[in-house]
């Protein structure tokens, strides 16, 4: 058994490198330039090993290989994958959910949770409830600090409820808090993807989208896609929850906060609100145009040094940093981001020449439509389908532009396929390549072995968000739009 495995992984790495390297020693197929063939194959290669080998090892050995693609190095392609904004942010959200996590806040929020009176009635109505905190905490924030709070709040639960790595329903826990946190982000027009989609739509001189008929539909199909996850998880995966249905007996009152609890949810409201409130308000000056010159990034490790720095009144540390980058980083999740961000660039650089032929593609697939409907729901199919391969600005800023194009003629409501596609576009989490949310999830060790076993949950949620979005689609986006 031992000697079978072992071959049998010889086996995938082999596959994995073959996929890298041929693409530079075989001709180029017609249609394809040489660097595309090659970052074809490292792509490929790379989703490959992700799901048989391992996470560590794929990405870096991805990263090396991109690196001798003509129109990279491997310096640059480090450069990009560690040093760019998105793996910084990332990488001090974790270390600020360490900080939650040594000074108990997260047990907190997680006893609150099972005392409630109405998570005591049904198992299903504590996981809605935990992916509904999920939701709001994204939507006030960001997509990753939902992630990293709402884990840890989990994690939480499932200590004092006595689940273990393995058990089904921390599983699809963990996959639904990222579909929830994807849908929540996505719910209002001022986040970054959306912002830079409605410039596209707005840009083609067509009628305004109102912001509130916006949140209004995308609200409706993030709440209306989290619903149908639990139920077929529910009927599908057939978890056990009887430890949940126990949850009250685990329960205790925790008492008043601290005083490191109080001075550290003080940093806390102070760390989101820096974070925030800069990109609600794009281009004001005083304090908010301060803190968008600092960036997001810079903003966060501030706040960081302050709380490294306090002191007790017993003058001890209010928390320990080292421990907290120490405990709170995932490395293998933070590597597969790393390797995520500069391979998503490379699909879609003009310089590697895939760009045209995607474009060629999608105009060719959605112009031999010929029913505004089909032709709405084939965009929205393609555009979840993409967005797990090639990260999500890339496909919104390629696609819009041709969906725009042939509404018209199809007799399609533009705006209304513009907003939904604002959401459409976040729901990447099926494949690692979907881009940093995606390689957080993928990257999870504390519940999952590797991808195998995070592809029926994210397939699930996946799907589930294909239903809620078309069927919100067609029958409330025409009474908004």
């Not at 609150?112 to 509904?132: A, C, E, Q």
């Not at 393995?166 to 959306?194: F, N, Q, R, Y």
């Not at 907290?324 to 933070?334: F, H, K, L, Q």
Request: with cysteine; hydrophobic share 55%.
């Amino acid at each position: 058994m031992a000697e079978g495995k072992r071959v049998s992984r010889i086996a995938c790495v082999a596959v994995m490198v073959a996929l890298m390297a041929l693409p530079f020693g075989l001709p180029c197929p017609e249609g394809l330039t040489q660097s595309g063939f090659k970052v074809l194959g490292i792509f490929l290669g790379c989703v490959f090993g992700w799901s048989t080998v391992g996470v560590m090892g794929t990405s870096l050995l991805g990263m090396v290989f991109l690196g001798f693609v003509p129109e990279f190095s491997v310096q640059g392609v480090f450069k990009e994958g560690f040093g760019g904004t998105t793996f910084m942010l990332v990488f001090f959200m974790v270390t600020f959910a360490g900080v939650l996590d040594q000074v108990g806040l997260g047990e907190r929020v997680a006893q609150w949770i099972l005392r409630r009176k109405f998570t005591r009635r049904d198992p299903w109505v504590l996981s809605l409830s935990l992916l509904l905190t999920a939701y709001v905490t994204s939507f006030v924030t960001s997509v990753m600090p939902g992630i990293i709070i709402s884990w840890g709040i989990l994690s939480s639960i499932c200590h004092a409820c006595g689940y273990k790595r393995g058990d089904s329903w921390p599983k699809l826990m963990t996959v639904g808090i990222v579909l929830a946190c994807c849908m929540g982000h996505s719910a209002w027009p001022i986040e970054v993807l959306s912002f830079t989609l409605l410039g596209i739509y707005d840009a083609q001189g067509l009628p305004p989208i109102n912001y509130l008929s916006f949140t209004v539909l995308n609200t409706c199909i993030g709440l209306g896609a989290m619903g149908l996850y639990l139920t077929a998880c529910r009927l599908l995966f057939k978890p056990d929850v009887d430890r949940l249905s126990r949850a009250h007996d685990f329960a205790r009152d925790m008492g008043p906060l601290t005083r490191a609890q109080k001075a550290v949810v003080a940093f806390t409201v102070v760390f989101f609100a820096v974070l925030f409130l800069p990109g609600a308000f794009p281009g004001a000056g005083g304090l908010l145009g301060l803190l968008e010159s600092v960036g997001t990034v810079g903003c966060a490790v501030v706040v960081l040094a302050a709380a490294g720095m306090a002191r007790m009144a017993d003058g001890k540390p209010l928390v320990n940093l080292p421990a907290a980058i120490r405990d709170g980083a995932p490395w293998e999740s933070m590597i597969l981001i790393a390797c995520a961000i500069p391979l998503s660039s490379a699909l879609t650089n003009a310089d590697v020449g895939l760009s045209p032929l995607f474009s060629h593609g999608f105009s060719v697939l959605f112009g031999s439509v010929g029913s505004a409907a089909l032709f709405s729901v084939l965009f929205v199919v393609v555009v979840v389908l993409l967005t797990n391969v090639m990260g999500n600005v890339t496909v919104g800023v390629v696609l819009l532009p041709i969906m725009i194009a042939a509404a018209p003629s199809m007799g399609a409501n533009a705006a209304l396929l513009t907003v939904v596609t604002c959401i459409a576009c976040n729901a990447a989490f099926l494949l690692p390549s979907g881009g940093p949310t995606a390689a957080v999830l993928h990257g999870n060790r504390d519940w999952f072995a590797g991808s195998s076993q995070i592809y029926p949950f994210a397939a699930a949620g996946a799907l589930s968000f294909v239903l809620s979005a078309l069927a919100f689609m067609l029958v409330l986006g025409p009474l908004l739009f």
